[in-house]
């Protein structure tokens, strides 16, 4: 079985790969099997894919889409070994867009290796073991104590995409792209992790935020990361590739700033709270501010992943200005239920509970 070891052979020969990307002619358009398609990633991918002319195929259960996307053809199954559906079948390429049960990934990787030509699975920046200091592909990976482990928690997440990179790695060999990335971000985020910043600065008073305008943020627009995607596959670039922003090219305080240029009629007041005061009013389940994190301890390189061969094969970042503003005009296009509430951020309470209590420790101080 191919072991942890060839995960990192993969990420060595990342710069190699990236740079026979450009030199490489590209594969003509061919057919294009998605596992999953309908729900953040997916639908942007869909989209890219047909615009080059590829032929997609879901494979999912049928709950997001019932009836399907126009101009695909959707198979239905189940991850979990309802398989039937991709049984005999052959494509050009893979994209792997739901895989997080490592047992499951093992099962259809093996599956439809031996009748896909390529694959791209897309993992996460979370399966690296630690973040006090900056990560790049040859960083080690975190270890799942059971590999039959089938629950997604904070602490399983990352092992688990590490091991299911392994299982995909295994089936496909040299035929394989590993991407990671850190916080997606865009149009159609069901977790509200970016878009909580230009909807709160929308919304107008004093809003809090937290550390300093110079603490470095990352992430990744999911327009840029498919387009990334697609360009791999078209490439059959082998390599693992780290999908975020440059280090330190975005800072929290440039996040801030281009919320609140997005709603001027707003008149959003900031007010900037310290790492250390935020940790001591705070419990850990309570803090949800990302994608924010201190810049100190275990967090401090967090926002400092190394994505050189992603930008030597063809990573770009568009405009802060444009992802803020596009983010914010697809929220506020939403049904107003989902809009009264996000599901990331500070709760209006919990901010101003917070803002209060900031407020009256610094008049206690000396002048």
């Not at 900056?134 to 080690?140: C, K, L, V």
């Not at 990744?220 to 999908?243: C, K, P, Q, S, Y």
């Not at 389940?285 to 401090?300: C, F, K, R, V």
């Not at 200005?321 to 989902?338: I, M, Y």
Request: charged residues 20%; hydrophobic residues 40%; positive net charge.
């Amino acid at each position: 079985m191919t072991t942890r070891r060839t995960v990192l052979k993969m990420a060595a020969v990342a710069s190699a790969s990236a740079v026979l990307t450009r030199a490489r002619a590209a594969a003509s358009p061919g057919t294009l099997l998605i596992l999953g398609g309908t729900g953040f990633i997916g639908p942007h991918l869909t989209q890219e894919a047909q615009r080059r002319g590829w032929k997609v195929t879901h494979f999912n259960r049928g709950k997001h889409e019932p009836g399907g996307v126009a101009g695909v053809e959707t198979l239905i199954g189940d991850r979990n070994g309802e398989l039937d559906a991709l049984r005999g079948r052959k494509w050009d390429a893979l994209i792997d867009d739901t895989g997080y049960i490592p047992k499951y990934v093992k099962m259809s990787a093996e599956l439809l290796a031996p009748s896909v030509r390529y694959c791209l699975y897309i993992s996460s920046v979370s399966a690296y073991a630690g973040f006090a200091t900056a990560n790049d592909e040859h960083s080690p990976l975190g270890k799942l104590a059971d590999p039959q482990a089938d629950k997604v928690t904070n602490d399983t997440y990352g092992p688990m995409k590490a091991l299911c990179e392994e299982y995909s790695a295994a089936a496909f060999k040299e035929r394989i792209s590993i991407v990671r990335p850190g916080y997606v971000v865009g149009p159609l985020d069901p977790t509200d992790r970016f878009t909580y910043w230009p909807v709160r600065a929308s919304r107008g008073g004093e809003m809090l935020a937290p550390g300093t305008p110079g603490d470095p943020i990352q992430f990744i627009d999911v327009r840029d990361l498919t387009t990334f995607m697609m360009t791999l596959v078209e490439a059959r670039t082998h390599g693992i590739f780290n999908a975020v922003s440059p280090p330190r090219a975005f800072t929290m305080g440039e996040l801030i700033a281009a919320s609140q240029r997005a709603s001027p009629q707003a008149g959003t007041q900031v007010t900037w709270v310290n790492e250390d005061f935020i940790a001591a009013h705070s419990k850990p389940e309570e803090l949800n501010l990302p994608i924010w994190a201190p810049p100190t301890g275990d967090t401090a390189g967090v926002a400092l992943t190394s994505m050189e061969s992603s930008r030597r094969a063809g990573l770009r970042s568009r405009p802060l200005a444009e992802t803020v503003g596009d983010t914010l005009a697809w929220f506020q296009s939403l049904p107003q239920e989902r809009r009264s509430k996000l599901r990331s951020g500070l709760d209006p309470v919990r901010e101003a509970d917070t803002l209060r209590a900031w407020h009256t420790e610094q008049s206690r101080r000396p002048a």
